[in-house]
């Protein structure tokens, strides 16, 4: 048995798989004080006393820390001439024509950011030797400053770290009790802010997510001794590498659900997908083709949320490999409001769980975008999340009524649809990101929506990206929990090379992937990883030699020695072209090289789900509408065209041939809206496929 659970803005989904493949589901409200003994609590009601074999969990507590400031009091160390590094960001800012933008504060104030005396060269020698005394007396400091991490940084560490390996020793030495964390451990690569800003956010994480996970074990460690955790990049570690490379769980949430939506397209064949997650404070899509999720290798931390690849430089770098998510603050808790003009606005600040939508009965005032779904009749009137949550529906037309709808001069209903519309808008620019912006036609796309409120609004905005097919999976309201099930152990390892690809010899580039090889045996080894099962991935970072940032490559694992270069150029040339529309016959830059660790963790696949159609708990969840099957149609309003239409309420197993909109799919975690024009029908896999006529 193993138990998978993600904290989301407003609630945390469990999903159980029992030893003999059944599937249970639960969802509870992400109060995360208490969140661990609320998913234990959901556990045993489902569960029994069975043996638990794991947990496998998806959090935002890395990413919330730092965007609330509430990281660990950390210190940094680096070399004399480079204390402002941090600062400076390496002059990057999100646009240069933004009058009213604000730089984020460092991560590490200047007090606590101390220069020691060494210089190691570009080409790796040593130049200054550490000065040891000197060293002793700047930790001498941090110590009195009670610091409980120190990130260490130097220049050209990452081509040789003899000078963080001596201070690392140091540290051991007069500071045994604070974290300590090398950049050239944590991110070997080029580039001087990048490395010390990831080293700067991963070692002011350590102590916050190591309280936590601590917290965590201690609650349900009666159930299971063992956590892994949801990393970025969509493979899962233990708990206890997670405490040492926390920065790899930033986007621990949103990885998974792309992680099953990209599973999901690999076994049904969807060659190109847009996977849609809304939740209740954001919504996030990211780009498949051919089942892989595009990959960055890395991202920034802080700034806000950030519709385009455009701009950066507005907060924290952090250059570990990720998941390439694009998200806006446009969940189903969004806050409607009035500007100062009186023009409507959605977002990004969210009512959360607590007090959540108005509808939701829990002191929430300020409607919300489900609020506005609730008045539309698009959402059942009465409870959701398997009837284990009342609506107040009343409660959600008097708080637009009364806040927006007298103010605008405008119905209850012209205003609840213009709230989904000026919502919809923003997750528009979401999807544009991660297609357009990246060389691809959307209308070529299938749209892959789940989360709470993904389902309800899939149809209108394929409509206005011209897409003509939305699939809607099986759990789409716990569908990143269900991703936490299908992750494989994975690490990811970087060596520098920063050579002209002309001049690179196989034979290095090759001994330094064996290199990376045995490391990530040993260390997956010693997670309790069969090595057998280990199985690599191999990369490249190219770029012009001019150009300041890299494009990530399959390395070829087949190619002839001799032709090496020139298969690399060739496809550096290719992607190139696709991303940014050009290429030149300039000469080329191979960066780095990566390497890929996975090993699978458990064997899960959605035909396996869909087979489960009879058994009881899936029938139980799936087959029988919220409402008792007392009410068979709902009045909901469609936009000033169609006005309100009596549409019919369905479940998802009650659809066995093709229907015709305008329909209403009512499910335990969400609920899929087919508008008029549209049909939807279910597949082979269990997914409502809608397709506009």
């Not at 504060?105 to 200047?110: A, M, Y």
């Not at 040492?244 to 997908?273: F, N, Q, T, W």
């Not at 059942?380 to 398997?386: D, M, Y």
């Not at 796309?445 to 099986?474: C, K, N, Q, Y």
Request: glycine share 8%; charged share 20%.
């Amino acid at each position: 048995m193993r138990v998978a659970f993600d904290i989301g803005g407003t609630f945390t989904d469990v999903i159980i798989r029992a030893d003999d493949g059944r599937v249970f589901t639960r969802k509870v409200l992400s109060i995360l004080h208490r969140v661990g003994e609320d998913v234990a609590g959901a556990v045993r009601a489902l569960a029994g006393r069975e043996k638990i074999e794991n947990f496998v969990h998806g959090t935002t507590v890395a990413s919330n820390a730092v965007i609330e400031g509430t990281t660990a009091r950390t210190a940094l160390i680096t070399t004399h001439g480079f204390r402002d590094e941090l600062e400076m960001r390496g002059q990057r800012r999100p646009n240069i024509y933004d009058v009213n933008w604000d730089r984020l504060p460092p991560l590490i104030s200047r007090s606590l950011r101390l220069e020691v005396n060494e210089r190691i060269l570009g080409n790796g020698s040593v130049e200054q030797p550490l000065d040891l005394e000197h060293a002793r007396s700047t930790i001498q400091k941090l110590v009195a400053d009670q610091v409980e991490a120190i990130a260490v940084c130097l220049i050209n560490s990452y081509l040789n770290p003899v000078h963080e390996r001596q201070l690392a020793r140091l540290l051991a030495e007069m500071a045994p009790r604070t974290v300590v964390c090398l950049s050239s451990e944590i991110h070997p690569e080029i580039k001087e802010y990048d490395r010390a800003s990831t080293t700067a956010v991963n070692a002011s994480l350590i102590p916050v997510v190591d309280r936590y996970l601590t917290r965590l074990e201690q609650t349900l460690s009666p159930l299971s001794s063992r956590i892994l955790v949801m990393q970025s990049n969509g493979g899962i570690m233990s708990a206890q590498a997670a405490r040492r490379r926390p920065a790899y769980m930033i986007e621990s949430g949103p990885a998974a659900g792309v992680l099953a939506a990209a599973r999901l397209a690999a076994e049904c064949e969807l060659d190109k997908v847009l996977s849609l997650d809304m939740g209740g404070t954001t919504v996030k899509a990211c780009l498949i083709e051919r089942g892989k999720p595009l990959e960055k290798p890395g991202a920034e931390i802080g700034a806000g949320v950030n519709a385009t690849r455009l701009f950066g430089g507005g907060g924290h770098v952090v250059r570990v490999p990720s998941i390439d998510i694009v998200e806006a603050g446009a969940g189903g808790g969004s806050i409607a409001w009035l500007d100062d003009s009186g023009a409507l606005r959605v977002g990004p600040r969210s009512a959360g769980a607590e007090p959540g939508p108005v509808c939701y009965g829990h002191d929430g005032t300020e409607p919300t975008v489900t609020d506005a779904n609730v008045v539309l009749g698009y959402m059942n009137p009465r409870a959701i999340a398997g009837a284990t949550l009342k609506i107040h529906s009343d409660a959600a037309a008097a708080a637009i009524d009364n806040q927006l709808a007298s103010p605008l001069r405008l119905t209850r209903l012209e205003v609840a649809y213009g709230i989904t519309q000026v919502a919809n808008s923003a997750m528009t620019r979401v999807l544009r990101a991660v297609s357009t912006e990246r060389g691809r036609d959307p209308r070529e796309f299938t749209l892959l929506a789940f989360g709470g409120a993904g389902p309800i609004h899939a149809a209108a905005l394929a409509e206005d990206m011209g897409i003509s097919r939305v699939v809607v999976p099986l759990y789409p309201g716990l569908f990143s929990a269900l991703g936490l099930l299908m992750a494989d152990y994975r690490h990811d390892y970087i060596a520098p090379i920063a050579s002209p690809l002309a001049s690179v010899r196989t034979d290095q580039v090759l001994a330094r992937y064996d290199q990376l090889r045995d490391r990530a045996r040993t260390e997956m080894t010693a997670e309790g990883v069969n090595s057998n099962t280990i199985r690599f991935e191999q990369q490249v970072d190219l770029k012009y030699g001019y150009q300041m940032y890299e494009m990530t490559l399959p390395f070829p694992d087949d190619v002839d020695a001799s032709k090496l270069s020139s298969a690399l150029a060739g496809a550096f040339t290719a992607a190139h072209n696709q991303a940014y529309g050009y290429h030149r016959d300039d000469p080329i830059e191979l960066m780095s090289i990566r390497l890929r660790a996975l090993a699978s963790a458990a064997s899960l696949s959605f035909a396996d789900l869909a087979n489960q159609r009879s058994a009881s708990a899936l029938s139980t969840a799936f087959d029988s509408p919220l409402e008792g099957g007392a009410q068979a149609e709902r009045e909901a309003y469609f936009g000033p065209a169609r006005g309100v239409l009596s549409t019919p309420l369905r479940s998802r197993f009650a659809i066995t041939a093709r229907e015709r909109g305008p329909l209403i799919v009512e499910e335990p975690d969400t609920t899929v809206v087919v508008p008029p024009d549209w049909t939807v029908e279910r597949d082979q896999f269990g997914n409502l496929v809608l397709t506009r006529s």
